[in-house]
């Protein structure tokens, strides 16, 4: 049996929702309760414990148990199977040679933190003390200390039968002329987790200057990309959702002092800048509003811009939090007066528009034709990669038009004539294809009757695919076509035939008409299904009806063809009509 089937077999849906959700009965076999991706008085979440599927109306979040991990936990599709496989007792196979030594390196780092906490003591707990940190902090991040000597976590593997081949390849140990030593030593450690909350890193802060460097980190490995992981997410995660923001910055003590401070919403990048893959996690966490609190200098500045500029980043709105010169959130906490700057600063955070402008001017003479021209060059780029109708791109064109007096009309030739230098014809061609919404009428009609045949027993669904093919001959473009085609792929096994729609608009869709469906009667089920074959063979007929309209303006040469053509669909499309009208008495 494929595992997920198997897991799903033996998982109690409801129970995993149980979990985060409070659930009311809402009829056989349905519950309710407030979702927990949006904020919401009235229920609007449900739960189908026969289908295995969660649904809310409000805010359209839908899908299978698998979904529902990765939605509320913040994880990919791997690690949500992984999690309920263990859970389940589900055996899953290997991922293959590259995957392999994945559980013995987060095995070895986890010993390795074991190792760490057991240290943390005398000197070491009295720097993160005087830092301001309380034992709850300390206790939550899972700080620990690397002692001075070069053997201590070399012996410690050894006591626990770990080869040192591992050790060395999750970077917790090193080696130079053939000695193997520790890696970190006489260092605070920092513990980096995965999404899932495994340790897969660690980062050390040295306690003296004289161990330099300041900062140390274990080498990137087979479970280590730093750029997709943020420090402190796993412990931000439920905070990021709840209150619909994140605070990003850039220091491990940052993150430290500002949830103790109360804004358990912070996460550290693990680099300069704000990645795509770390703004995809945020996204994940279900935020809807970053805000940027990196350092005050210049690379700090920098590392702002970056973030705005990161792709998925735009899907947020996005806010510079802008801190004294020379401060930073960690300096914050043994400040009598940093939680109140911090709050202030929050509250005075600008937006980006306003950041970018700022940034681009500073230094510039905006009374002068050259510093106008270099403030607009900066912008420029922000406004030609621009989405349609980007909300940011308009506010910052108002925002030129505005503070460099330009005109309107110069502003959007401008842009437009660089789009166009950098866009090739085909990419213009799809994001206009993309803002027509002509076949939605149609889609719609397609996923009601796809959700009729999805509501009958599984053994019986083949035989009805089969009906509903030779009863509305859909077009190899249609969607019915695709769910059909996939249906076969997958031998007609439902729960592998909605994860293939998955994650795109169809598949939300799917998942809504699913829940409001009920069971039927097999005659009822047969009545009410021809009556939506007959609405779709319209609608088929009508969208080659309007291609062949737009065939007859562009090749006026097969005029009378094309015209004999409408004149047969006419006669079909109103065939239809009174079979629909027949079928519902009429």
């Given amino acids: 049996m ?134 709850a902090t300390i206790e939550r991040y899972a700080l620990g200390f690397a002692p001075k000597r070069w053997d201590g976590l070399v012996n410690f593997l050894k006591r626990h039968d770990v080869p040192l081949k591992l050790g060395l390849e999750a970077g917790v140990l090193a080696e130079k002329d053939g000695r193997v030593y520790d890696r970190l030593r006489a260092r605070v450690v920092f513990p980096i987790r995965d999404p899932m909350g495994r340790v897969v890193a660690f980062t050390g802060r040295a306690l003296s200057d ?47 002092a500002l949830a103790q401070m109360g804004w358990t919403e912070t996460v550290a990048v693990l680099g300069s800048a704000l990645s795509p893959e770390q703004a995809k996690l945020l996204e994940r966490a279900e935020a809807e509003r970053l805000y940027l609190a990196f350092d005050a200098d210049e690379a700090g500045r920098r590392a702002t811009l970056a973030g705005l500029d990161v792709g998925v980043a735009r899907r947020f709105l996005t806010f510079a939090v802008l801190l004294p010169e020379g401060r930073d959130p960690g300096d914050l906490l043994t400040d009598p007066g940093g939680k109140a700057a911090f709050a202030r600063a929050l509250d005075d955070a600008l937006p ?17 034709a050259e510093g106008k021209r270099r403030v607009l060059e900066q912008l420029l780029p922000r406004l030609t990669d621009a989405e349609p109708f980007d ?101 007609y096994k439902p729960r592998r035939i909605l994860d293939r729609f998955a994650g795109r608009g169809e598949g939300g869709r799917l998942f809504e008409r699913l829940m409001l469906s009920g069971s039927e009667h097999p005659a009822e089920h047969k009545e009410h299904l021809d009556k939506s074959l007959a609405r779709l063979r319209e609608g088929y007929l009508r969208r080659k009806r309007a291609r062949l309209t737009a065939a007859l303006k562009e090749d006026p040469e097969r005029a009378l063809e094309i015209l004999k053509e409408i004149q047969e669909l006419d006669h079909a499309i109103e065939a239809e009509r009174r079979l629909y009208r027949a079928n519902n008495g009429g």
């Fill in 2 to 135: 494929d595992p997920r089937e198997e897991i799903r077999s033996r998982l109690d849906f409801k129970a995993v929702v149980e979990r985060y959700v409070p659930l009311k009965p809402a009829g056989k076999g349905r519950w309710k309760g407030l979702c927990p991706f949006h904020n919401e008085k009235t229920p609007s979440f449900y739960v189908d414990e026969q289908k295995g599927m969660f649904y809310c109306f409000g805010c359209k979040a839908g899908g299978d148990a698998f979904k529902f991990v990765q939605m509320i936990e913040g994880v990919d599709f791997r690690e949500a199977l992984e999690k309920l496989a263990q859970e389940t007792g589900v055996e899953l196979p290997e991922r293959g040679p590259a995957h392999r030594p994945s559980k013995d390196l987060i095995e070895v780092n986890r010993l390795a933190l074991s190792y760490f906490r057991n240290h943390l003591e005398g000197a070491a707990l009295a720097y993160l003390q005087r830092r301001g940190l309380e034992e």
């Fill in 391 to 491: 909300p940011v791109a308009e506010a910052l064109k108002a925002v030129i038009v505005d503070r460099l007096g330009l005109d309107p009309r110069a502003l959007e030739d401008l842009v437009h004539s660089q789009r166009r230098r950098k866009r090739p014809v085909v990419e213009r061609a799809q994001v206009a294809a993309a803002t027509q919404d002509s076949g939605d009428r149609l889609l719609l009609l397609e996923l009601d009757v796809i959700a009729q045949l999805l509501a009958v027993e599984p053994n019986q669904l083949a035989d009805w695919v089969r009906y509903v093919e030779d009863h509305t001959w859909p077009p190899d473009d249609a969607f019915l076509a695709e769910f059909i085609r996939v249906a076969e792929e997958e031998g």
């Fill in 352 to 368: 980006e528009v306003e950041f970018r402008f700022a940034a681009a001017a500073e230094g510039a003479d905006l009374n002068t």
């Fill in 210 to 256: 004289e161990d330099a460097p300041k900062y140390l980190n274990t080498p990137e490995s087979d479970v280590f990309k730093k750029n997709r992981l943020l420090y402190g997410y796993p412990e931000a995660r439920k905070s990021i959702r709840d209150r619909k923001r994140a605070i990003v910055v850039e220091g491990l003590f940052d993150v430290l």
